[in-house]
């Protein structure tokens, strides 16, 4: 059933990777770096405004739904409530936002129109839903069909040489097809929108196991997208999108770390439930292999990054390639770091997480304040890299109840996990 649901959610992924490396190749060789760094721009800038309809809900609700299914109706119902009311604070939050920046007006429609796209995102928690469920394929089936449809639309706008503004509604155009996509299949299914209920009592129990995990997902955003707003009002927009070539060819690779831990989370929380001792000694092993696919990516890199950037994007991006190195390095940390959120959720230590992602953002703004100037993009993704390592390996240490995961994630640097299956000595 496991790797069942893994293969659609691989395939979803797969799809969205490469089909979305092609799209977003074109676009970037379309837009040239100067147009690409707004768009990137606009979409790092909204990202700061996601916490009001994320919520930090996805797993906390897939793990309430595994565990009380006869309230699954009162769980979905109030997750989207709490969801679509933070979509409309986001909506506002940003709209007086802009009346306060300093930037062009294509920007500012850009940022608008992205943040639109935002409210249409409650529908996510039937996503959740599909993954307590171990059916992702109903979401892989929504989500790709919007992808797909969206892309097409990108391409008409790259043929009939549209501005920076189309490529922003082809994005808000994705989740629109996907919410609605996913509430037809919903109810194809036999399952009923209209048998969610909200319920006050759930809402409060949500959010009191959420709301560390939602600040921290914050928190998050910022680490990962204040370098594209630090860079483009410290250096220009044309540098964004040079930059933003770096993100996106780093960010690739990721998508495995991720399908496995939503696919796996499932498995975990009921295996601590009866074999705790194998499941932490499982949850070494994740954070293994984490690590040693970093490893292996970030070489690779190293030797090939400079030319796949000019193979791909050409010669126009060609200054990513420092950029791209440090941040693909970056991703073992956080590859890591999204496995250890399986063991901070089952265990209720979401507020940990808090603490240590305050410390490091401040830390990260710090380094990008002195190395962006001086090293421009690169420095960047420097500051980008060295805060994410403190974050997962140092200052997680300074609370006692994480010591022991930080350790376990140190621990994992020794390949041996990945051989060994048998269960670890009580």
């Not at 595994?66 to 119902?77: E, Q």
């Not at 600040?215 to 009002?233: E, P, R």
Request: aromatic share 16%.
């Amino acid at each position: 059933m496991y790797l069942k649901n893994t293969s659609w959610l691989l395939f979803d992924r797969l799809l969205r990777i490469f089909g979305g490396l092609f799209i977003g190749i074109w676009i970037a060789r379309y837009l040239g770096p100067s147009d690409f760094g707004v768009l990137n721009y606009a979409l790092a800038y909204v990202a700061f405004f996601q916490v009001f309809v994320s919520l930090g809900l996805d797993q906390i609700v897939v793990r309430e739904v595994v565990k009380y299914p006869k309230l699954t109706n009162y769980v979905l119902g109030t997750a989207f409530g709490l969801k679509f009311f933070g979509s409309i604070l986001a909506l506002i939050g940003v709209f007086i936002s802009l009346l306060f920046i300093q930037t062009d007006y294509i920007t500012k429609l850009a940022i608008f129109i992205l943040t639109i796209r935002i409210v249409f995102q409650s529908v996510d928690v039937i996503d959740y839903f599909f993954q307590a469920k171990v059916i992702s394929k109903y979401t892989v089936i929504a989500r790709s069909s919007a992808f797909l449809c969206s892309s097409l639309l990108s391409i008409f706008f790259i043929l009939y040489e549209y501005s920076v503004i189309y490529f922003a509604l082809s994005l808000l155009v994705d989740l629109l097809l996907s919410a609605l996509f996913l509430l037809f299949i919903y109810q194809k299914n036999s399952y009923k929108v209209k048998q969610w209920r909200f319920s006050k009592k759930i809402a409060i129990n949500l959010m009191k196991f959420s709301w560390p995990l939602a600040l921290s997902v914050f928190l998050i955003s910022i680490h990962t997208k204040i370098d594209q707003v630090m860079i483009g009002n410290m250096l220009d927009i044309e540098q964004v999108g040079i930059y933003s070539v770096a993100v996106k060819l780093s960010e690739a690779w990721l998508f495995f770390p991720a399908i496995l831990v939503s696919t796996l989370m499932p498995y975990f929380v009921s295996l601590r439930e009866s074999d705790n001792a194998l499941y932490h000694y499982r949850l070494i092993q994740l954070y293994s292999l984490m690590f040693w696919m970093g490893v292996f990516v970030g070489l690779a890199t190293i030797l090939f990054g400079e030319s796949i950037i000019g193979f791909l994007f050409g010669v126009a991006y060609i200054d990513a390639y420092m950029a791209l190195v440090f941040n693909i390095w970056n991703g073992i940390f956080i590859s890591q770091a999204v496995a250890r959120g399986i063991w901070m959720i089952s265990e209720n230590l979401q507020i940990y997480r808090l603490y240590s992602n305050i410390i490091v953002v401040v830390l990260n703004i710090t380094v990008n304040i002195l190395l962006i100037p001086k090293y421009g993009i690169a420095g960047a993704a420097i500051a980008t890299l060295a805060t994410q390592a403190l974050g997962a390996w140092v200052v997680s240490l300074f609370w006692k109840p994480l010591r022991p995961s930080t350790l376990a994630m140190i621990k994992s640097v020794n390949p041996i996990y990945l051989i060994n299956f048998r269960r670890e000595s009580k």
